[in-house]
């Protein structure tokens, strides 16, 4: 018989995400537990929104603190949390404003908001004309306009229509970039690791030479960080690891701590200058709680060196999966904590081969059907990694023989 919880999410909720057959009750660092009380670890982090483990104790007291005294007044009216938390996150990454959002795609959509009025007002390109120039493979969220610029068919099938103003390129081809740069060009808008494409790492100082061509053209870096920011590659922000500022910055994701969405755009003053009262907004954006639990959540990250230890276990992680001999296995690609296995799907699915994972007490997610994410909380230590690579060990050992309940999605 069904499980009722599925059985119920299935009748009532939109069937827009096919999620593996575990029910979970409850969640602690980097472990999960379904309803009969079997543990998993979380290697997937809720596509890395859960940098700090689940219900970190020092982020819920900052929510239950904050949420018993003030959470939501709207920007209508200043609050005593907003400051502080956005003078934080500018200090930590170097960009001088911050506009704060919910989630990612709201920030995607700021920024997009912020580079083409730029290009307008500022950089002198006729208006309505603007072109934000983008990678293939890219993703940035779920709104019309996103998806818009998305390579991916389903994300646009049937959506349309779209809207104007965006250029393609390959991902990691600085030529191709500087290529499609127009006059009409207001800025570039990139994952400088592309993580729903599969956790696609580009070539080794591909961010620094856009860097460079786009301060030759005039043209806007923006990275998209809300995957890859904040202690997930290792470093603070990806693109340190090319030792680059962009004009822009998207973060998302951990920044709510895993308890809230709280999203920011940020930039550099004259491009966040092109906002005055009215041009954009979010009711919920900015407010008390999440400014709180975000100010929280970046404490925490400079306080335990979280960049630092993701980069330590990532090697770890990264080196035992390089380790494993399996036919199945094309490549293992990544950085810090955000890590990707290719698989063959002539020998097995990436989303047959998370069920077998889950058998094993491991959860993680499928992206683009051949890639396994591995992209645990950032607070793992070398033990449970160690205890993880076992188990991933053991399910390629036991490829040949799927397990009976499994039958239905019969294995070739
Ligand atoms: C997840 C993601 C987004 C969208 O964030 P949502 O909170 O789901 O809207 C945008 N950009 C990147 C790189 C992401 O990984």
Not at 96 to 123: C, D, F, Y
Not at 168 to 188: C, K, N, Q, S, W
Not at 261 to 267: D, N, Q
Request: charged content about 20%.
């Amino acid at each position: 018989m069904k499980n009722h919880a599925i059985t119920l999410e299935d009748r009532y909720c939109a069937h827009n995400y096919e999620p593996l057959p575990v029910v979970l009750s409850s969640g602690k660092g980097i472990w999960l537990w379904d309803q009969d009380g079997k543990r998993y670890m979380d290697m997937m982090s809720a596509y890395s929104a859960v940098s700090f483990g689940h219900s970190h104790p020092t982020l819920v007291a900052a929510l239950s603190k904050q949420a018993s005294q003030l959470a939501v007044v709207s920007r209508a009216f200043y609050s005593d949390q907003l400051g502080p938390f956005l003078q934080l996150l500018c200090e930590m990454t170097g960009m001088p404003k911050a506009l704060p959002m919910n989630s990612g795609a709201e920030a995607v959509e700021t920024a997009i908001k912020a580079a083409r009025k730029w290009g307008h007002k500022v950089k002198g390109i006729a208006d309505q004309t603007a072109e934000i120039i983008v990678c293939r493979g890219n993703f940035a969220g779920r709104t019309t306009t996103i998806v818009g610029f998305s390579s991916e068919a389903q994300y646009r099938d049937g959506f349309g229509p779209f809207s104007d103003g965006f250029a393609t390129v390959p991902f990691g081809d600085a030529a191709a970039l500087e290529a499609a740069i127009t006059p009409r060009t207001a800025a570039f808008l990139v994952e400088p690791i592309q993580g729903e494409a599969g956790i696609i790492v580009p070539p080794e100082g591909y961010l620094a030479k856009c860097r460079e061509i786009c301060n030759r053209h005039n043209v806007l870096l923006i990275c998209d960080e809300v995957q890859t920011g904040l202690g997930r590659t290792g470093r603070l922000l990806a693109s340190d690891h090319d030792g680059i500022k962009p004009d822009g910055l998207i973060l998302g994701k951990a920044l709510g701590g895993g308890l809230l969405p709280v999203s920011a755009f940020l930039a550099r003053e004259d491009l966040m200058a092109v906002f005055t009262p009215g041009d954009h907004g979010s009711t919920f954006g900015g407010n008390p709680l999440s400014a709180a639990v975000g100010h929280a959540a970046l404490r925490l990250l400079r306080e335990e060196k979280l960049a630092d230890n993701a980069q330590r276990m990532g090697e770890r992680l990264l080196t035992g999966l390089r380790a494993i001999q399996h036919p199945a296995i094309r490549q293992v690609r990544g950085k810090g904590l955000l890590i990707g296995m290719d698989l063959d799907p002539g020998f097995i699915s990436a989303r047959q081969f998370c069920e077998r994972l889950m058998q094993q007490g491991i959860l993680s997610k499928d992206t683009h059907d051949t890639v396994v994410r591995f992209a645990p909380p950032l607070i793992i230590t070398a033990n449970d990694i160690d205890a993880a690579l076992e188990a991933i060990q053991h399910t390629f050992s036991s490829l040949l023989t799927p397990p009976a309940h499994l039958t239905e999605r019969s294995y070739a």
